[in-house]
């Protein structure tokens, strides 16, 4: 291979152990992924404009669509990385069967109050970050009212006053207003309890009433409504706007209830609505899933005929031609070419950007692959968590070891392939599904 050795600047050491660790232990890291990005050049243009078009009071839904292992979660934690510095709010969450987006009994209401527990800023990266955007909020209404002789609640009201066309919206500037008393008069208690309606975790309506005075709840029916004022109040803070990242979509696909499924398929179909249609203000959301969950006419989003239509790929966009300005965005599995950079990143990352402390050279970079290839096939760079699992464990030992030789450790690493997808389409029977006898198993290749 001819691919030249990427060159970096020297890595702070923080960086480099939360890079490691992470791919390490087969997770996504959150800190320095762009030191280990590879490809997606065309994908990552296209949610730019997105960011974009939401901090400019838009709207923006995409669905990211990649094989397991081909790496939608580091993709939505590098845009999310890219929305933060451009001023957005972001807010993330897996679905799994407790957090669903429809629900009647807390399943949605889960996902909001995950979602407001993980709001990140750029100051505030690794979620907590929704107490400073209230008060950056009614820091600003403070300096305001100072200049106009006016009281901060008043100035607080008004600000708040166009939110009241929205659902909750009377309830959510009251909560706003009880937050501010609590801030100007040291009452720990009041600000909680307005953080904690914010957060969606009263479960009663007497509840709330008592803490706060207000009428409503974030209940599952009003998990979207809420997130369309949480995404105009950011914007009255002073950020661009609301960024929602949904990942493991594939837990909507695997319900056995039909109507559990078209459910949460109606309201992902009212999402997309209000996106295409503009009536979203400054928000944004990402859903990140398997081909199954997109194209399964049975049970994945197109078996809910409205969204088939809508999500549908452009039928000119075939053979290797590509079309990003329709709402699916599939992630194409890692070339060869690409995963061979992707160790030349990883091993820069272990040497803290220093060339000279490369403990692999790169004929040993391409030896570890075709070692790969024999033990588990072209899976290695399709699949690879595994594999670079692998690759930085031998650069561990080298570097522990320095008398080791890389060509004698090469045969004694046990590289096996990913088969951490093989659930993403076993389903439980359930006995209002159509087909509850069926049990789909694990999918027969390995790079599922």
Request: aromatic share 8%; with cysteine; glycine share 8%.
């Amino acid at each position: 291979m001819s691919t030249p050795t990427p060159t970096q600047p020297a890595i702070r050491p923080k960086d480099r152990d939360a890079v490691l660790q992470s791919l390490r232990a087969g997770v996504v890291p959150r800190l320095g992924q762009h030191l280990v990005q590879v490809g997606r050049t065309r994908e990552i243009e296209t949610l730019l404009s997105d960011i974009e078009r939401v901090a400019d009071g838009g709207s923006a839904f995409r669905v990211i669509i990649g094989e397991y292992g081909a790496g939608k979660t580091f993709f939505l934690n590098l845009v999310r990385s890219i929305a933060m510095e451009k001023k957005l709010v972001v807010a993330s969450a897996d679905l799994n069967p407790d957090r669903r987006l429809q629900a009647s009994g807390g399943q949605a209401r889960s996902l909001y109050a995950e979602l407001m527990r993980n709001m990140s800023t750029r100051t505030k990266p690794d979620g907590g970050a929704l107490s400073g955007v209230v008060e950056k909020f009614i820091a600003t209404a403070k300096t305001e009212a100072k200049t106009n002789g006016q009281t901060t609640e008043a100035v607080i009201r008004a600000k708040l006053e166009h939110l009241t066309e929205l659902v909750n919206g009377y309830d959510f500037a009251d909560v706003i207003a009880a937050y501010c008393r609590g801030y100007e008069e040291g009452n720990e208690q009041l600000k909680s309890d307005a953080v904690r309606w914010l957060r969606g975790e009263f479960s009663t309506k007497t509840d709330a009433r008592a803490a706060l005075g207000v009428r409503s709840i974030v209940d599952d029916s009003a998990v979207y409504d809420q997130l369309k004022l949480m995404a105009r109040f950011v914007r009255l803070a002073g950020f661009s706007g609301l960024l929602i990242g949904l990942d493991e979509m594939v837990n909507l696909y695997k319900l056995a209830n039909t109507q559990a499924r078209n459910s949460n398929y109606e309201q992902i179909l009212r999402i997309l609505n209000d996106s295409l249609q503009g009536s979203a203000v400054g928000l944004g959301f990402l859903l990140g899933g398997t081909p199954e969950f997109l194209l399964d006419p049975r049970r994945g989003l197109y078996s809910y005929q409205a969204l088939q239509s809508r999500l549908a790929q452009n039928t000119f966009a075939t053979e290797g031609l590509v079309d990003f300005t329709g709402p699916v965005v599939r992630l194409a599995s890692l070339a060869p070419e690409e995963f061979y950079v992707l160790l030349m990143k990883i091993r820069s990352v272990h040497a803290f950007g220093d060339p000279a402390k490369h403990l692999l050279p790169d004929n040993g970079v391409q030896s570890f692959m075709e070692h790969c290839s024999r033990r588990i096939g072209e899976t290695y760079f399709r699949t690879p968590r595994t594999t670079i699992t692998a690759f930085i464990n031998l650069l561990a030992v080298l570097e522990q070891n320095p008398d080791s030789s890389w060509q004698d450790l090469l045969g004694g690493i046990d590289v096996a392939p990913d088969t951490g997808g093989a659930t993403d389409t076993t389903v439980e029977a359930d006995g209002d599904d159509e087909l509850a006898s069926f049990k789909m198993g694990p999918r027969h290749d390995a790079t599922s």
